[in-house]
């Protein structure tokens, strides 16, 4: 079975929670080993443990991934519990709001530090191993918001932190094929975990659903044969690609 991924070790970040927790899970159940890594602790620790009750075998590391020392931290870790790093989860990302005009250089600064500047030091680190190791998958997770400007705005920063995280997928996604390692990207649409259940994006939730064809948010289960695919050898002649799963939020 070319989707089985027995054999195989992973990370996710951002896995405490959400889109990364059902990663994790979806990795795991395919039968990779799986580190579950978030910047807090708990979160990671719990979401290991739910992977080992399901005889997964699993590990927890707490990283910010907008520190490059924690980024390096992460991958040595991974590879000195299991010797490699064939999947690259890089699914960590912040969503901060603000009118374009009153958004200040310091959220400007920290969606991106997260967003794209962490997204690419984690790639940059996973990928120089899987480089030497002449195989690898990385899957960032970028955003529907990378392609249309969902309704209403007020997310500059994160649109374009976004936009950003494809071209960065696309451009090491060709560079790195032929020495074995592919690099895509999935682009959830609005998808139902604590992010959008904050204060902040509470009010745009009613107007959000007016927006999808599907008539429903994502659910984390509607994403996981996606990373699942993406991870193992069946996909193997996709790089680059932006995997949109949006209930044709896009197209509207
Ligand atoms: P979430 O907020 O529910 O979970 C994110 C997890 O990442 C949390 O556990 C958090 O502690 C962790 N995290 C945050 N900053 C981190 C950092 N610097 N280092 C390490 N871990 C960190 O978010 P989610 O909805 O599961 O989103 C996951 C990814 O999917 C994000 O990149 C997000 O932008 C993207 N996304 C989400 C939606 C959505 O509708 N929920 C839609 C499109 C894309």
């Known amino acids: ?52 009750v399901k005889g997964i075998n699993s590990i927890s590391i707490q990283a910010d991934i907008s520190k490059p020392e924690d980024v390096q931290n992460m991958i040595d870790t991974v590879v000195s519990r299991w010797g ?17 005009e009153d958004t200040t250089l310091e959220e400007w600064d920290r969606t991106f530090g997260v967003n794209l500047r962490g997204t690419f030091m984690c790639c940059q680190a996973a990928g120089r191993v899987m480089l030497k190791q002449g195989y690898g998958k990385i899957i960032n997770t970028a955003s529907m918001a990378s392609l249309i400007v969902p309704h209403p705005q007020k997310q500059l ?9 494809v071209k960065l997928t696309q451009t090491l996604g060709t560079e790195w094929i ?33 927006d999808i064809p599907a008539g429903r948010l994502a659910q984390v289960t509607d994403l996981q044969a996606a990373v699942v695919y993406l991870a193992s050898d069946t996909s193997d002649y996709m790089t680059g690609h932006n995997l949109v799963i949006e209930g044709g939020q896009s197209l509207w």
């Open 1 to 52: 079975d070319r989707m089985r991924l027995d054999g195989k070790v992973a990370y996710v970040t951002g896995g405490g929670q959400g889109i990364g927790r059902a990663f994790a899970h979806a990795l795991g159940e395919a039968g990779a080993k799986v580190a579950v890594v978030d910047l807090d602790p708990a979160r990671a620790e719990a979401v290991e443990r739910e992977l080992s």
């Open 84 to 100: 490699a790093v064939h999947i690259a989860c890089n699914n960590a990302g912040i969503n901060l709001n603000s009118a374009s």
């Open 157 to 165: 920063s994160y649109n374009t932190s976004k936009a950003g995280v």
């Open 178 to 210: 032929d020495r074995g390692v592919r690099v895509n990207c999935i682009s959830p649409g609005i998808v139902d975990t604590p992010l959008i259940h904050s204060e902040d994006l509470k009010p745009l939730l009613q107007r959000w659903l007016s």
